[in-house]
């Protein structure tokens, strides 16, 4: 089942896909999405901030799909072997898009351990790519880019498959730096909107972030 919600009228149509296809060896294994900050799962969160931004949300992870089910979620797995990294996610969302959503023409990645994206990413991740005339656009902040959370057009998926299969391409701002690139920056305090939760010690981090966010 695919989650939606009411269009975006400013923006093109656009589906959401939540990255949750890592190891989270840092954590020592294991879905770091259904960590729980705040007393609500770091994917709830997520879902919370992006179902109204995006017409459809999917989820990109392996393994057994059931675990996620009480989420709502079409689970996408990646199609490319090894675990590749988040760029078989984006891949294996442009081509549901594709194939599921003829009429959507962007994707939207965030990371699924992500609890803080803004509620205008979508927004303004769109205005600096058409204002800068760019193929695709990427978030930054704090003099960092997160080349993760960005947006990406469906068309250039088979260009995507042939630099992930034939040239075994892995980083994300290697592919990005093959098109015009748009990034668009937010301030990163009292709270970094794209602060993830890599660490066992991060969760802890979280839980006070949360509570800023949760009383703003």
């Known amino acids: 089942m695919v989650t939606t919600s009411i269009p975006a009228t400013r923006v093109p149509p656009t589906l959401g896909v939540l990255l949750a296809g890592g190891l989270a060896r840092r954590m ?14 770091i994917l709830e969160r997520v879902i919370a901030r992006l179902s109204s931004q995006c017409d459809a949300l999917i989820l990109n992870a392996n393994g057994d799909p059931a675990r996620f089910s009480p989420f709502g979620l079409q689970v996408v797995a990646d199609d490319v072997p090894g675990f590749p990294g988040p760029l078989a996610g984006v891949l294996a969302a442009l081509d549901w898009t594709a194939t599921n959503r003829p009429d959507i023409d962007w994707v939207l990645s965030a990371a699924g351990d992500c609890p803080f994206v803004p509620r205008d990413l979508v927004t303004r991740l769109h205005d600096a790519r058409a204002r800068e005339n760019a193929e695709l656009a990427v978030a930054a902040s704090g003099g960092q880019s997160h080349p993760v959370i960005g947006l990406w057009r469906v068309a250039l998926r088979n260009e995507l498959r042939h630099a992930l299969v034939v040239e075994d391409l892995r980083k994300i701002d290697r592919w990005t730096a093959r098109y015009p690139l748009a990034t668009v920056t937010w301030a990163a305090e009292p709270l970094d909107p794209f602060f993830n939760a890599n660490t066992v010690e991060d969760i802890a981090e979280a839980e006070r972030l949360a509570a800023l966010d949760d009383a703003a």
């Open 28 to 41: 020592g294994g294991g879905d770091k999405p259904m960590r729980t900050i705040g007393g609500r799962t």
